[in-house]
């Protein structure tokens, strides 16, 4: 579901990217740019005429990444929930209280799924 919708929505990103990063002046003094694009109907007609619609998918390789740094999180972060669970069963561990035991649970999941997750992530970008 989320590869669908990400996969409709990327050549608008990809518009607005481009919209953003023209320059109206250079930065050489007395020199002008030309604006590509004069609106989102004028950077779509333009994109899909000059470079075919493929153009309007690139980068989305890289950008589906982020959906499986996401999925991979919680995942990650659901299963060492699960699995210290059993952490209140380590003796000296069931005097802390509920709430110190969820900190605990919580604290160290959330850790170990960004460690799982940067893992994958960060050498892709």
């Not at 919209?19 to 250079?26: A, G, I, P």
């Not at 109907?41 to 990444?65: H, M, N, P, Q, W």
Request: aromatic residues 12%.
């Amino acid at each position: 579901f989320f590869f669908a919708v990400r996969f409709a929505l990327h050549p608008f990103a990809l518009v607005k990217t481009r919209l953003q990063m023209q320059k109206e002046h250079s930065s050489v003094v007395g020199e002008q740019d030309k604006i590509k694009y004069r609106g989102t109907r004028d950077a779509f007609r333009k994109i899909f005429k000059y470079e075919g619609v493929s153009a309007l998918y690139k980068g989305f390789g890289i950008s589906t990444v982020g959906i499986l740094s996401g999925q991979l999180y919680i995942t990650t972060y659901e299963l060492m929930r699960m699995e210290l669970k059993e952490l209140q069963k380590v003796p000296g561990m069931e005097n802390l209280g509920a709430d110190k035991m969820n900190f605990l649970r919580n604290g160290a999941a959330g850790g170990c799924a960004s460690l799982v997750s940067q893992t994958i992530v960060v050498p892709v970008d």
